[in-house]
């Protein structure tokens, strides 16, 4: 079955950029989707599609993806972005979700 | 605005049988297709099964053949149906809905509900 491969921890300043890849068998072919989810909440949807955003979710927040590597990049970190983040793909071989191991940013 | 209202969990024993409800409003709930997705205490996400466009189903591979998703369109509620449940299925159950209309399966969910609780114990 397809993996996901993420970072478990990833640790940025307040007003720097964060990073987190996700990593995949030719994961640039598929469409991949980011999660944040904060403690004791239901994740949220923060950039779909490599790329696109959802409503509400703000500008800092964007993806790309490359040959095995996606990334969701948050410019102008804030303390409230602090979060577990998921990638997730489409497995359309077997008509699987899968999702990363999820990668927890903490801001200092 | 969108709802998503889970409910139905609670302490079963192994080898016990639950079945999950979600209840939704604020959308035309048969354009949509919707998921369960789970997260055991500690861990991280795990799609468990997708009601799609045509009613098509899909399963995890460690809920197939012990887990039926439905949905009754009239009443705007997905169900999960969980048979012969094992200490590993305990987490806290999530309802999503995709964030298209008519999605055949692959597009992501944008809205959750916010879970209801599982535990299987004896």
């Known amino acids: 079955s397809y993996v996901l491969t993420q970072p478990p921890s990833v640790s940025v300043a307040p007003g720097q950029t964060a990073r987190i890849t996700c990593g995949g068998n030719s994961i640039g072919s598929k469409n991949v989707h980011w999660y944040q989810q904060k403690p004791g909440q239901a994740p949220v949807l923060v950039v779909y599609d490599n790329s696109d955003r959802p409503s509400g979710i703000p500008e800092r927040f964007s993806g790309s993806n490359s040959g095995n590597t996606a990334t969701l990049t948050i410019n102008r970190v804030e303390a409230g972005d602090e979060a577990d983040y998921y990638c997730q793909v489409w497995d359309s071989s077997i008509n699987h979700w899968v999702f990363g191991g999820g990668t927890k940013l903490t801001v200092l | 605005e969108v709802q998503l209202l889970e409910s139905g969990g609670t302490l079963v024993q192994p080898g016990g049988s639950l079945r999950l409800s979600c209840a939704a409003s604020g959308f035309t709930f048969r354009s949509y297709a919707m998921s369960w997705v789970r997260q055991a205490p500690g861990k991280g996400l795990e799609w468990v099964s997708t009601i799609a466009r045509g009613d098509r189903t899909y399963y995890a591979d460690s809920v197939r053949g012990r887990f039926t998703i439905s949905r009754d369109n009239s009443e705007t509620t997905l169900y999960l149906q969980m048979n012969s449940l094992r200490a590993d299925d305990t987490a806290v159950y999530y309802c999503?809905?995709?964030?298209?209309?008519?999605?055949?399966?692959?597009?992501?969910?944008?809205?959750w509900g916010q879970g209801t609780l599982v535990t299987i114990s004896s």
């Open positions: 999503a809905r995709d964030i298209k209309v008519n999605c055949a399966g692959d597009c992501p969910p944008d809205y």
